[in-house]
């Protein structure tokens, strides 16, 4: 079954998610690269980026279930790695709410 690309928050909603989402990504200093259906997010090993990617994929996969969510956490020091895809109509999405800001 095909899930509609459209987020179930209101413009509202929305805008004040992204706000939140930016100052907290942008504290803990996180990059981004393209993957081909979608983009990958790399964040410090730390307790707080941990804790802000496992909220982040709770919110998001409610108001989004188009998209695909895969933490990453290796052993050690390693950063870990949130990867956001989806169908390629879902891309620009994620480009457009995560990673404008980068």
């Known amino acids: 079954m095909d899930l509609p690309i459209a987020c179930t928050l209101t413009e509202t909603a ?3 998610r992204r706000q939140t989402i930016m100052d907290s990504f942008r ?3 996180v990059t981004v690269a393209e993957l ?3 983009y990958a997010y ?3 090993a730390t307790s707080e980026a941990f804790m802000q ?3 982040l994929v709770d919110m998001e996969r409610e ?7 895969k933490i990453v956490v290796e052993a050690g020091k390693e ?3 949130l ?3 989806g169908p390629n109509e879902a891309k620009s999405v994620i480009a457009n709410f995560f990673i404008a800001f980068l």
């Open 14 to 16: 929305r805008r004040e």
């Open 27 to 29: 504290r803990i200093g």
């Open 36 to 38: 081909p259906d979608g």
């Open 42 to 44: 790399t964040f410090p």
């Open 53 to 55: 990617i496992t909220q």
């Open 63 to 69: 108001c989004c279930p188009f998209l695909n969510f």
């Open 79 to 81: 950063p870990m790695r």
């Open 83 to 85: 990867e956001i895809t």
